[in-house]
Structures are given as structure tokens and as C-alpha cells.
């Protein structure tokens, strides 16, 4: 595969598997996708098909450390009764056997696919298809150039590992032979892309490393002029030894310790219930985050970050979430706003983004119409650059425009960076951790 030569050369296919049957998992449990490649497993109804191109299995060769940075998805779709079902398909991977459910967390299925293949993917002015990260020689080479980018750590969040990759599913109905009467038309797939590094690859590289980082962001900027402006601020360092042993320990691998642990971020939300009529739908379980139970399906995840304080608390003031992306599933009756409450104010103020039943700037999600071929928008980036969410409480949500919007239609799907474990000292609107 030939990206996009600003961030990446030629990638190698690290992972690649066909899911031709899955069973209804009823309450959101995933099923792990580990050492069965080749196999069925009847207990949990899964077919599991290896794609026969090079590197397409879990495993890597001894000697080589792996970073995973770009996902394609090819949703499933079956046949049930004579009509066509597309069936809600959640996962995340699970580099060297360890789950990243928290970090990344995706929607695969056919209307709300986060990570389409790149060639059906429908790029706006100035974006281009979602990645993990930035390859990590990529931004090593420029730093040795002398010309490095600020924030490396966030950059370089591709999922580094040393051995295997493997994925978790989930999905409320399922699909294949193991659901009654289905006919699978086409079957799940999941592909993974990404670069094999070598010791002498890696040990060329090391010196261009720098784990600081800092972002500042007028948070307030998105909202309607004459509010006054509010600077989310967040510091640290991620280090880490760019070598094959401790490669995972580097930003966007499981096994950082040294610093802030620094991951791409990833997730989505479907409302679990019929709306209100006026009132924002908050898509968060969490009572702290302005939420209710049983707000987001089992199947999605949870977009409510609670992270202000609490009774003298400060641990929760310790983490961060700098949003990049943004965006909502379109043509969605009745779906009139949606947005984030941070720390009780509304961005971006007073309402939200307006959502009409047209294509609209923050659609991500297929676009075309059924039976004109499959293309995706990507999540779209977020306006006025990034939104950093520290030592307060927020939430995203969708507002329904006087009529109920049905339980399960609304989507909304976010990306940016995650930074657990920022020290004290560190302020953030005024909260000190």
C-alpha cells in the first residue's frame, strides 16, 4: 500500500482477516480474536478466514517490532427474510494481547464506519483518510533533518508492539449462520497497515527522539463572539527507548511507563433510547458527566469524560483528552444539534453544530446513496483546530429538533489524543491537579 508521502512510504499489511459469522453479543461482551486464525469456534459462532497476502496473519517474523497506523474496515451485510441488514459491528485491537478498548473503540458497520478502506474514502479540502498516527521514522527523520514537529508525542500514537496484533469484536444482533436465517452477501473484514522496523532500523533513528510536549488551546474560541475566552493547557513528557525491547513502552504503545501515557483516541455513541422532544441527549452513562444510565447502547461506547475533581479528589484532574475529530452520522430524522458541554457551557455556544438532512460539513459515515457503490466521509476535523478537555467535566451530546429522535439512530464519533498520568503542577482552566 503507497500513502500519502507526507507522513508515510510504502506500508506493509500487518494484519488482515475475513469475520464470516458472529454471534449476538447481547450485552456488549466482545469476543477476542487470538490464535484461532484459520479456525472456526463454534461456541462463540465465529469463522475466522486468513486473507493470503503477505504478512496478512497476527504474527510477527522474531527480530522486528511492528507499528500499526492505518485500519481499514469492510462492514458486513447479510440477507435475513429477503431483505438486507447491516449489522452493528464494534471492535479494537489488542496489540501483544492487550485490550485498547479505552483509547480506540470503533464502529465497523455499514452507516457509521470510522475506518473505511482508503479508496472509498471521500476526502474534504485539507483531510485525508483517519490514521492511528504519524509513522515513527517518518518523524525521527525530520528530527535528525533538524526540522522536527512540535508535540512529537502526539503525533507518534501509532500502535506499537512485538509480537502479535489482534482485534476484540462486539455486536448486538451478529451475523452469519449463527443468526437465524441469515445469508451472509458479504462478510466483515478488518485490515490493518503499518511499518516492520528492525534493530538497525530503529537504533539509526533513536537520537531523533524528543518525548516533551505542550498544548494550549482557547477552548472558548469555537463558541459566539463576546464570551470570554478560557485557555485549556496540558503539559508533559513521554519517554521511552527506540529500541526493539522497549518499543511498546514509546507513545501509542501498551507498555509506557516512563512519563504520561500517550494514546490515539477513538470513539463513538449511539442513543440507547428515544430522545426528548427539546432536550440535549447527552451520549455518557455517567451521572458526573451529565449523563443517566443506560444513555449509550451496549454496543457503542461512552462519550462522557469525567474529569473534574471530586470531594478533594484529584485523580481524575490527571487525565486528558485533546479532541481532533468530530463528527456526526447524517440524514438522521429529527436530529437538529450536536455538540459538547464542557464544564457546563455548551461548545460551540449557544446551540451546538446545526445538522440538517443534507450533506453537512460535520457528516462522517457513508455518504452515497444505496445501490450507487459505497463512499465514506471521514470524521471531519474539528473547528477551530482542537479542544482540550482537562480537570472538568464534559460530554458530548445530540438534540433533537421538537420531535423524539428513535433510540439507536444518532451518532456521534470523536478522535483526538488521550494523556493519562499528567503530575501535579500541571493547570488546566484554572484547576491545579
Do not use: C
Request: negative net charge.
Amino acid at each position: 500500500m503507497v500513502a500519502n508521502g507526507k507522513d508515510f512510504s510504502v506500508l506493509f499489511p500487518l494484519y488482515d482477516i475475513t469475520i464470516a459469522n458472529l454471534a449476538p453479543n447481547t450485552n456488549g461482551t466482545e469476543t477476542q480474536i487470538s490464535g484461532t486464525i484459520g479456525a472456526a469456534d463454534q461456541d462463540n459462532f465465529i469463522t475466522i478466514t486468513p486473507n493470503t497476502i503477505p504478512g496478512g496473519t497476527s504474527q510477527l517474523p522474531s527480530g522486528l517490532a511492528a507499528e500499526a497506523l492505518i485500519p481499514e474496515v469492510i462492514s458486513p451485510i447479510v440477507s435475513n427474510g429477503g431483505a438486507l441488514v447491516y449489522p452493528d459491528f464494534a471492535w479494537w485491537p489488542a496489540p501483544d494481547g492487550t485490550d485498547l478498548k479505552k483509547y480506540l473503540h470503533m464502529d465497523g458497520s455499514y452507516g457509521g464506519n470510522m475506518t473505511p478502506p482508503w479508496a472509498q474514502t471521500k476526502a474534504r479540502p485539507g483531510e485525508e483518510p483517519l490514521t492511528w498516527g504519524v509513522a515513527l521514522d517518518r518523524l525521527l527523520e525530520e528530527a535528525i533533518a533538524g526540522h522536527p514537529r512540535k508535540n512529537m508525542p502526539l503525533a507518534a500514537t501509532g500502535l506499537k508492539y512485538n509480537t502479535s496484533f489482534q482485534t476484540k469484536l462486539a455486536s448486538s444482533r451478529g451475523w452469519g449462520p449463527g443468526v437465524a436465517g441469515d445469508t451472509v452477501v458479504r462478510p466483515g473484514r478488518i485490515r490493518i497497515w503499518g511499518k516492520r522496523y528492525t534493530k538497525g532500523m530503529l537504533a539509526k533513528l533513536a537520537q531523533g527522539f524528543r518525548g516533551r510536549f505542550k498544548t494550549t488551546t482557547l477552548r472558548r474560541i469555537l463558541e459566539a463572539s463576546g464570551n470570554d475566552p478560557i485557555t485549556a493547557f496540558i503539559q508533559g513528557v513521554q519517554a521511552g527507548m527506540v529500541d526493539l525491547l522497549d518499543f511498546p513502552g514509546l507513545p501509542g504503545g501498551w507498555n509506557q511507563t516512563v512519563g504520561q501515557v500517550v494514546m490515539r483516541y477513538l470513539n463513538f455513541a449511539y442513543n440507547a433510547a428515544d430522545t426528548s422532544n427539546t432536550d440535549n441527549y447527552f451520549l455518557t452513562n455517567s451521572q458526573q458527566a451529565y449523563g443517566t444510565p443506560n444513555q449509550v447502547t451496549t454496543y457503542s461506547g461512552d462519550l462522557g469524560y469525567a474529569f473534574a475533581p471530586t470531594g478533594g479528589e484529584q485523580k481524575n484532574a490527571r487525565t486528558a483528552v485533546v479532541f481532533k475529530e468530530a463528527g456526526v452520522v447524517g440524514g438522521v430524522d429529527n436530529l437538529a444539534y450536536f455538540g459538547v458541554q464542557v464544564g457546563g457551557a455548551i461548545v460551540p455556544d449557544p446551540d451546538g453544530w446545526p445538522v440538517s438532512q443534507g450533506v453537512v460539513r460535520q457528516a462522517y459515515g457513508q455518504v452515497s446513496p444505496q445501490g450507487t457503490g459505497e463512499e465514506y466521509y471521514r470524521i471531519p476535523k474539528l473547528e477551530g483546530g482542537e479542544l482540550d478537555i482537562y480537570g472538568e467535566n464534559a460530554a458530548w451530546f445530540v438534540t433533537p429538533d421538537g420531535a423524539a429522535i428513535a433510540a439507536g439512530t444518532a451518532a456521534v464519533a470523536v478522535g483526538g489524543i488521550y494523556v493519562d498520568g499528567l503530575g501535579t503542577g500541571v493547570t488546566a482552566s484554572g484547576v491545579t491537579a
